[in-house]
């Protein structure tokens, strides 16, 4: 079975700093998706980036982007210029064809900015 | 364009109550899936619906749960008889494509 594992459970960082959030999944399919969601406390989901597993190519988004280590199974969130508005919890998901498209989630990270 | 919207926002409930939770999917999008948190755990998938059909319903944890979706747009998810252990936060998501779910605000339960 596919599991994802987020093994910060709170982290904290210096607005306009940088921080990387930490994702690690199991899965013995070549065929799957990966994200990044944010619930900030207004509770809802937001969907923050999206990886194809078969793109070698990291996606990014504005001051979000991933570092996507395929074969050790590694996908971290790095966030850039980080503002108070980062301030969230933030969760790994994966998802498969195999896994009838269902998203699997990390455990999430509570992110803190400091300002 | 309106989001996916759910309600009640937040439930207060005894155990063995019956509540039902509502989901209105963005307008246009086939997929509707269900989703808890329950405290302290991570989120779970329940069900996917395609239109008004169950496509997938292998999360639902036991027949104390049921879920439908009228017509293929709203849908809703009774539990009955509601258990403490159902207390949770439940997030209902609708897409077009399988891999861009949006979200609702979700509905927090508690049974008491």
């Known amino acids: 079975a596919q599991t994802v594992t987020q093994s910060q459970p709170e982290m904290s960082v210096q607005e306009a700093e940088t921080v990387t959030l930490s994702c690690t999944y199991d899965t013995s399919e070549s065929d799957y998706y990966l994200f990044w969601y944010k619930q900030p406390p207004s509770r809802q989901m937001i969907l923050v980036i999206r990886?194809?597993?078969?793109k070698q190519q990291n996606a990014t988004e504005n001051r979000f982007s991933v570092n996507f280590q395929k074969a050790a199974k590694s996908f971290s969130l790095k966030i850039s210029d980080s503002q108070l508005g980062d301030a969230a919890m933030y969760f790994c998901?994966?998802?498969?064809?195999?896994?009838?498209?269902?998203?699997?989630w990390g455990a999430g990270t509570k992110l803190i900015i400091k300002p | 364009e309106a989001g996916v919207t759910q309600f009640p926002s937040h439930s207060v409930i005894e155990k063995g109550q019956t509540v039902t939770l509502r989901c209105d999917p963005i307008s246009g999008h086939d997929n509707l899936y269900w989703y808890r948190r329950v405290m302290g755990k991570e989120i779970k998938f329940l069900l996917h619906f395609v239109k008004e059909s169950k496509q997938d319903e292998s999360g639902m944890p036991n027949n104390r749960f049921l879920a439908e979706r009228t017509g293929g747009t709203y849908s809703t998810l009774k539990v009955q008889p509601a258990e403490l252990e159902d207390s949770g936060v439940y997030f209902c998501a609708s897409s077009q494509t399988y891999y861009e779910q949006y979200f609702g605000p979700g509905t927090r339960l508690t049974v008491t």
């Open positions: 998901a994966y998802m498969s064809p195999e896994s009838n498209y269902q998203l699997i």
């Open positions: 990886q194809e597993a078969y």
